[in-house]
C-alpha cells in the first residue's frame, strides 16, 4: 500500500528558471525544460488549487496549468491490435 494518495501536476510557466528550485516546497519538482522555461511539478490532488494561487503570486511566474491526466480515461475503444506485432511478442523478438 502506498502512503501517497492521488497526485496532479502542475505545469509552472516561468520568465526565468533562476528560481525553479524554490519551486520543490510545493511538492515534486517532475521537469524542468531550459528552452521552454517551464516545470512540471506534483502534488497531492486536494491541495492542487491552493497551490496553484499560491504558485501565481510570485512575480517569476508567467503562467500557472493543471495536468488533466488524471481525469482522461486511459482505456481505448475499438483499437485493434496489430497481428503482426502479436506473433513477434510470442517469438520474443
Known amino acids: ?4 494518495g492521488q497526485r496532479q501536476g502542475i ?3 516561468l520568465y526565468s528558471l533562476k528560481q525553479a528550485k524554490m519551486l ?5 519538482v517532475h521537469y524542468v525544460s531550459k528552452r521552454l ?8 490532488l486536494e491541495d492542487t488549487e491552493r497551490l496553484m ?5 510570485y512575480s517569476f ?8 491526466k488524471p481525469f482522461l ?12 506485432k502479436e506473433y513477434d511478442y510470442r517469438m520474443g523478438i
Do not use: H, T
Open 61 to 68: 511566474v508567467k503562467k500557472v496549468e493543471p495536468s488533466f
Open 73 to 84: 480515461k486511459m482505456e481505448f475503444e475499438n483499437s485493434k491490435p496489430d497481428k503482426a
Open 37 to 44: 522555461k517551464y516545470v512540471v511539478l506534483y502534488c497531492n
Open 24 to 28: 520543490r516546497k510545493f511538492g515534486n
Open 1 to 4: 500500500m502506498s502512503m501517497i
Open 53 to 57: 494561487e499560491k504558485i501565481q503570486s
Open 11 to 13: 505545469i509552472v510557466w
